[in-house]
């Protein structure tokens, strides 16, 4: 994974609670997003790390997500929690940016150097895969898009 960043350097957006810039900042969980104006407002949103996959379900980028309980889980970037509506796909396993070689469905993580399909279950030695396509490639700034859960 890229490194993300970076204490106290703005990240562009403004707080929607109180209009101060947002800020990257360090936790006990790695790098968060808060808010400049911190004690006094405590808004906090956690950074996006894609996967270079996209969503079966939706077509969105895939993103490292983790449970309250630290576990780190994949899920569809356009999850909102306040919205039951919005895409709900996630996955334990990483997801791999290369389609399966036989169905062109998600690939996923299996182990001793093998991806499995999460759609047709075939195996497929990782050394077997093509290279990532290009715009699969993960770049190592923070994108501006924000998905809204606490950190802890
Ligand atoms: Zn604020
Ligand atoms: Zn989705
Ligand atoms: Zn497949």
Same mark, same amino acid.
């Given at each position: 994974?890229?490194?993300?960043? @970076?204490?106290?350097?703005?990240?562009?957006?403004?707080? &929607?609670k109180?209009g101060e810039p !947002?800020?990257f /900042?360090?936790?006990r969980?790695?790098?968060f997003?808060g +808010?400049?104006?911190?004690? %006094? +407002?405590?808004?906090t /949103?956690?950074i996006l $790390?894609f =996967?270079?996959?996209k969503c079966?379900a939706?077509?969105?980028d @895939?993103v490292e997500?983790?449970?309250?309980?630290?576990r780190?889980?994949?899920g569809?970037?356009?999850?909102?929690?306040e919205?039951? %509506?919005?895409?709900q796909f996630? !996955?334990?396993k990483?997801?791999?940016?290369?389609?399966? #070689?036989a169905?062109?469905? @998600? @690939?996923?993580e %299996?182990k001793s150097e093998? %991806?499995? +399909?999460h &759609? +047709? &279950?075939?195996i497929?030695p $990782?050394? =077997?895969l093509p290279? *990532?396509?290009k715009s699969?490639?993960v770049?190592? $700034? #923070? /994108?501006?898009?924000i998905?809204y859960l *606490?950190?802890e």
């Amino acid at each position: 994974m890229p490194e993300v960043i @970076l204490g106290n350097n703005p990240t562009g957006e403004i707080c &929607e609670k109180c209009g101060e810039p !947002l800020i990257f /900042k360090y936790g006990r969980n790695g790098p968060f997003i808060g +808010c400049s104006n911190y004690p %006094a +407002c405590r808004n906090t /949103k956690s950074i996006l $790390k894609f =996967t270079g996959a996209k969503c079966p379900a939706c077509g969105s980028d @895939l993103v490292e997500r983790r449970t309250r309980r630290g576990r780190v889980f994949y899920g569809c970037a356009a999850y909102d929690p306040e919205d039951e %509506a919005a895409c709900q796909f996630s !996955l334990w396993k990483q997801p791999l940016p290369q389609p399966c #070689p036989a169905c062109g469905g @998600l @690939l996923v993580e %299996a182990k001793s150097e093998q %991806a499995q +399909c999460h &759609e +047709c &279950e075939q195996i497929f030695p $990782k050394d =077997t895969l093509p290279p *990532p396509p290009k715009s699969s490639i993960v770049d190592d $700034k #923070p /994108k501006p898009a924000i998905v809204y859960l *606490p950190v802890e």
